[in-house]
């Protein structure tokens, strides 16, 4: 079970009150219709999938039910840094970039 | 190779089973391979053996970074059936259940497979619905599929809670007669001594570190044992499909997941089928030693750790004591997960890559263990031609840019 520290409520709570979104840090494309199909396929089903730090978006959603980031290790899953929507996270990797 | 049989067991019982044959090879590697296959698991060993067996290619080598069988192949429910909902996986599926059918006599392996029966359980009007679908496009396809009522279904299991009082009611199920089970590791096992008799190199405790090109096109890879080269490079790793792709700079839709599993001590026979329940994430069948073997959904977080969130575990545990009651005081044995490599249309990629003699097999996510005979051969064959097997063309990788998505979610493929 995850100890996961939320930066809103700033408190530590169970996993089981969180879900996980997904990559963190993607931005809707601007203009879709200007995208190569490659682009836009990129856009919708390619993720980082990496062996090692990921940023990903949780939501606390059996609490105050906001979005946020976390800085994880996929191997030992230790969480690094939980932070608000709008940052940048503050420990990466050439891989995370 | 030495044939297996009841007469060879009686032979042997006089020497005290002490002049069995090794099962494998274990060889040093080569310097050079025609194909190099990345990933000792079922999918890997059975592309070695069809490729031998059916191509006639046999400097090849199956390179494993631990030991065959120690990734999903042998962390899987088991559960083989081939009733889903779109043509070109009821079509990749069912070619593999009929390769599973002739199995263990073309091995000479007994691979304990069990047509036992599948049951995917329906809790609501939508479920049923969605059955009915699935059912109808099955028996369009040819595939042996059938809808249960409630009725016929409690008659099936008399101990699954078919009352109306159920926590999940049950309204249905759709009923796959020739699905069932087989023990997975000796698959592997099956797979590996067929290949290696066919002189196919094992090469275990080697890790694929990197992957050599050379003008554009694969050339070998390097490895904790050294640099092999090969003129192909085929990756069937699962879980760990990303990492090699990233080697070469290639991005997969894939995103790696815990997938968990666990087993009850043994208790006298009392389930002869499987029974699957998707909506609740519970899927149950008894083995032939008498455990219940128990599969729980994934975890959703990406995770490489081969374990997964206790929460998940009791969420599963909780949804199959409430189907089966009869179940509340067995006690689990041992738990474990593994890594699995789910794609955004919950199907498999099998295809080339833009790099001249690499190829990827992947993707199989939650449910690639009923896939394993079809999946090696139409691999092998798909890398011995380097053109698609017919079955394979459309899950090729092109299709996450094309938009030709084949999507099994929801309607069979949410879980194994
Ligand atoms: C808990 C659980 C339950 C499941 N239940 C079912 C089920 O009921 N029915 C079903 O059909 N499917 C099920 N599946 C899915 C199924 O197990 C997989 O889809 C299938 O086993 C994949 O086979 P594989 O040979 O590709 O993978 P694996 O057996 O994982 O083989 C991949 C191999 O590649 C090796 N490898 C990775 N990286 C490298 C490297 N760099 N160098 C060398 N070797 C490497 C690994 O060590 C591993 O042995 C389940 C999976 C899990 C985890
Ligand atoms: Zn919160």
Same mark, same amino acid.
């Given at each position: 079970m995850l100890h996961i520290h939320c930066p809103y409520c700033e408190e530590y709570r169970e996993e089981e009150e969180f879900s996980v979104v997904g990559e963190a840090h993607i931005i809707r494309p601007l203009a879709p219709e200007e995208l190569t199909d490659q682009e836009w396929a990129s856009y919708l089903f390619f993720r980082k999938n990496p062996r090692g730090l990921h940023h990903e978006m949780w939501a606390h959603s059996h609490g105050c039910r906001k979005f946020f980031n976390m800085t994880r290790h996929t191997v030992t899953y230790q969480i690094l840094e939980t932070y608000k929507m709008g940052q940048q996270p503050s420990i990466t990797t050439e891989d995370t970039k | 190779m030495q044939k297996y049989s009841g007469f060879g067991l009686l032979k042997h019982s006089m020497s005290h089973h002490e002049n069995w044959q090794r099962v494998w090879r274990n060889p040093a590697p080569k310097k050079h391979y025609d194909v190099v296959i990345v990933g000792g698991g079922g999918h890997g060993l059975a592309t070695a053996y069809y490729m031998a067996k059916e191509h006639g290619l046999t400097n090849i080598a199956v390179v494993e970074k631990g030991y065959l069988g120690g990734g999903n192949t042998a962390r899987n429910t088991t559960i083989v059936r081939s009733n889903y909902l779109w043509d070109e996986a009821a079509h990749l599926y069912e070619h593999s259940l009929k390769l599973w059918e002739g199995l263990a006599q073309d091995l000479n392996? #007994?691979?304990? &497979?069990?047509?036992r029966g599948v049951l995917n359980l329906g809790h609501s009007l939508q479920d049923m619905r969605d059955i009915e679908r699935r059912v109808n496009a099955n028996r369009l396809n040819g595939i042996d599929s059938q809808v249960l009522n409630n009725a016929q279904v409690q008659a099936k299991v008399p101990i699954l809670d078919c009352s109306k009082n159920a926590r999940y009611p049950v309204m249905g199920a759709s009923w796959q007669a020739r699905g069932g089970t087989a023990r997975h590791d000796a698959v592997a096992w099956g797979f590996a001594r067929a290949a290696d008799a066919l002189g196919v190199d094992l090469l275990q405790q080697t890790e694929v570190t990197g992957i050599r090109r050379k003008d554009g096109a694969v050339c070998g890879v390097e490895t904790n044992r050294g640099f092999i080269s090969a003129d192909k490079v085929a990756c069937v790793a699962s879980g760990n499909s990303s990492t090699l792709a990233k080697m070469v700079g290639i991005d997969l839709p894939l995103e790696s997941h815990p997938l968990q599993a666990m087993v009850s001590e043994p208790i006298k026979p009392i389930l002869d089928t499987v029974v699957m329940s998707n909506h609740v994430h519970g899927y149950l069948s008894q083995s032939d030693k008498g455990d219940l073997v128990i599969g729980a959904g994934i975890d959703s977080y990406l995770g490489y750790g081969q374990r997964g969130s206790f929460d998940v575990v009791e969420h599963t545990i909780a949804a199959i004591i409430e189907m089966f009651p009869i179940f509340s005081r067995v006690r689990l044995n041992r738990a474990w997960g593994g890594v699995v490599d789910t794609c955004p249309d919950a199907c498999p990629i099998i295809s080339k890559t833009h790099i001249k003699g690499l190829y990827f097999n992947c993707g199989w996510g939650t449910g690639g263990f009923k896939a394993t005979p079809g999946s090696g051969q139409v691999f092998a064959h798909t890398v011995a031609k380097d053109e698609p097997h017919p079955l394979a063309?459309? &899950? #090729?990788?092109?299709r996450f840019t094309s938009g030709k998505l084949i999507d099994e979610h929801g309607a069979a493929g949410v879980a194994h």
């Open positions: - | 392996y #007994n691979l304990m &497979f069990s047509q063309k459309a &899950f #090729n990788i092109d």
